[in-house]
């Protein structure tokens, strides 16, 4: 390479150098803008906060009060509100060891997917099994119980809200 070919180059390195710093200017420019907004609307961010988590749970312990009304549907949206009741997935208890066997001995046929190889049950494929099949091996599905739905269907603001309040933090 010649000396004027790297001049050449240091001379682009320069001007690539210059471009980032303009463009880092700007972009803390936006910052300062972004944190100034942050802050002259901080306390009404952090009240509308309070207000929207106080609505939540009066709605979630009216919901609540009322699961005769989500028999069926067990949801409803409401203004873009999902509100209602969701069944819980639960989860198989019960002693492994004991259910391995009861597997084998009941159901030998299904071993290879509800067992794995390392002799332990597989909850996932267990949960296909119904109430008597699992008393068979001396396993329940606990948790079933249901719980109630309070979803607002975008989280954008949620995640707006999240970034503002960080934000904030940041100068605090």
Same mark, same amino acid.
């Given at each position: 390479m010649t000396n004027k070919e790297m001049r050449h180059l240091a001379d682009l390195c320069r001007a690539y150098a210059d471009a980032r710093d303009s463009l880092e200017e700007v972009t803390e420019e936006i910052r300062d803008l972004r944190r100034q907004a942050v802050r002259a609307k901080i306390k009404t961010l952090k009240n509308c906060v309070a207000k929207v988590s106080a609505m939540r749970e009066r709605l979630r312990a009216a919901v609540e009060a009322a699961p005769h009304l989500f028999e069926s549907p067990r949801t409803r949206a409401i203004d873009g509100i999902k509100i209602g009741f969701r069944k819980m997935p639960g989860r198989v208890e019960g002693d492994e060891a004991a259910a391995v066997a009861r597997i084998r001995k009941h159901f030998p046929e299904q071993a290879a997917a509800l067992?794995?190889?390392?002799?332990?049950?597989?909850?996932?494929? !267990?949960?296909? =099994?119904?109430?008597?099949? +699992? $008393?068979?091996? *001396?396993?329940?599905?606990?948790?079933?119980?249901?719980?109630?739905?309070?979803?607002?269907?975008?989280?954008? !603001?949620?995640? =707006?809200?999240?970034?503002? +309040? $960080?934000?904030? *933090?940041e100068e605090g």
């Open positions: 067992i794995r190889t390392r002799d332990s049950i597989n909850r996932v494929a !267990l949960k296909n =099994l119904d109430g008597k099949q +699992l $008393a068979k091996i *001396g396993l329940v599905i606990a948790e079933v119980d249901d719980e109630v739905v309070v979803a607002a269907a975008s989280s954008d !603001l949620d995640r =707006l809200v999240d970034a503002l +309040l $960080a934000e904030d *933090g």
